[in-house]
């Protein structure tokens, strides 16, 4: 533990979009983060979409709602805490750089797979790592809310270590010991509105209880009057698995199909939903990569995940952080927050070594070629 450090680092979340992205001015961009590393210039911001939105709701919107302070909170996703790698004491590492954080973010919304995992594990491994989750967490000293991700469902897969009458069977166990009494649900915060939904949709299969991405009519039916009661509040949601991820477009595969098993079967009612209420942005996990895309007024943000390659290394680019994001009034910005953490593998790690050497050489081609690239004026190529 003590080889650890600490120290945070933070990383831009890209460059600006068209129409509603920028840097915050002064007012938000003087309090640098830790490592002396201004938050200027790092940060997405959110301020166009919703303005038609907003006016539309305003004058409800202002009278019901009060927002006397910018606030800062948290979302983060695919914790898959284990032993395994000592992957608890990654996560260890995550939540004492969110507490050395100089502007303390008032909550935290957990994206989901907290445990690795109810799917395939056996029934008191999972327990030990629900567990795991959440006494680390309740370290953070913060409110935080959890979304429920599929691999935090007991047994919901025919590979399951659990006979499919055990009564603990798909969300019932981790809700239980996390104290959760519905697995979607809102909360409002400082004028704003929060919705944590479940994208983990059980079905009944020939093998037994599985499940669908899906958020299913009834939470749909539920979202549309949440959503209404919640009166123009700026809204945030939650969810699991996303409404858009565009994973065969950067793995470069013609035969993914764009609707597959990374998003939500019913993305299209969902967002027909969020575009008739004043709804900025939906944070999504899952994909374990960073992805922000805007669409009819709202921004769908994937987070790179807390333990990057299921705590065995950089994933695609991405090691182990989560995402911190900013009110002010009715705009929200985000950056990612990445904390310091050496991967340990198993000796039975042999796949993680290899996909880890194959990172390192992909990165060495690249910087060749990047040398050659400056190196050889054009026109001389
Ligand atoms: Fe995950």
Known sequence: ????????????????????????????????????????????????GGAGLALLGGCTSAQAVRRDADFTFLHMTDMHVRRKRKGHEGYRACIESVKAMERAPDFSLMGGDMAFDGLYNEKDEFADQIELYKTITDTMDIPYY?????????????????PVDDPDIGHKMIMDRLGMDRSYYSFDHRGW??????????????????????????????LRFDLGAAAGRPTVCVIHIAAFCHIGQINADPNLPSMNHM???????FRHILERHNVKAVLQGHSHQIEDFYFNGIWYITSQSV?????GGNWRGFN???TVLETRDEELSWYRREFDWEHQLEPEDDLERERIRQRKEFLQEQERLRADEINVGVGEY
């Open 1 to 48: 533990m003590n080889r650890l450090s600490f120290k945070n680092r933070i990383v831009n979340g890209s460059n600006g979009k068209n129409g509603h992205n920028g840097n915050y001015g002064t007012a938000a961009s003087g309090n640098p983060d830790t490592n002396g590393l201004s938050r200027r210039g790092f940060m997405k911001t959110l301020t166009a």
């Open 146 to 162: 959890n979304c429920i991700g599929n691999h935090d469902v007991l047994g919901l897969n025919s590979r399951r270590k659990v």
């Open 193 to 222: 509105h929060f919705v944590v939904l479940d994208t983990i949709h059980r079905v009944e299969t020939e093998h037994g209880p599985s499940y669908e991405p899906r958020l299913g009519e009834e939470q749909l039916e539920w």
């Open 263 to 269: 998003v939500i079967a019913d993305n299209l009612p």
């Open 307 to 311: 333990s990057a390659a299921w705590w």
């Open 320 to 322: 182990p952080g989560y």
